[in-house]
């Protein structure tokens, strides 16, 4: 069983950062890709980013390329998100996500356990 908790999300101007953090505990962290999704409402849960056990390789969706720069520290257990030069079409609830079957990083099919959630809003 693997626990994720995200923090880090609230309200900013457009053109404004956040970073979300998501903790993880339980099965070896450093096993498992990592994924942050989006879900804003009345619509279906997004691929953000994604990176792999490791960090060496990262995945972003198109919309945030350029913007968004996914992370991970496997002695703290920890995936980031830092997200620049917010929009307000960014406005959803961003949640990570574990992948330790290696399965498709685009699709929430492809991960085993999911946080919460954290609010982002992003004000024009």
């Known amino acids: 069983q693997v626990q994720l908790v995200e923090s880090g999300g609230g309200l900013v101007q457009a053109g404004g950062s956040l970073r979300l953090s998501c903790a993880a505990s339980?099965?070896?962290?450093?096993?498992?890709?990592m994924g942050w999704f989006c879900q804003a409402p009345g619509k279906e849960r997004e691929f953000v980013a994604d990176?792999?056990?490791?960090?060496?390789?990262?995945f972003y969706a198109d919309s945030v390329k350029g913007r968004f720069t996914i992370s991970r520290d496997n002695a703290k257990n920890t995936v980031y998100l830092q997200m620049n030069s917010l929009k307000p079409e960014d406005t959803a609830v961003y949640y990570c996500a574990a992948d330790f079957r290696s399965g498709d990083y685009a699709r929430p099919t492809g991960y085993d356990y999911w946080g919460q959630g954290t609010q982002v809003t992003v004000s024009s």
């Open positions: 339980g099965r070896t962290f450093s096993m498992s890709g």
């Open positions: 990176i792999s056990r490791s960090g060496s390789l990262t």
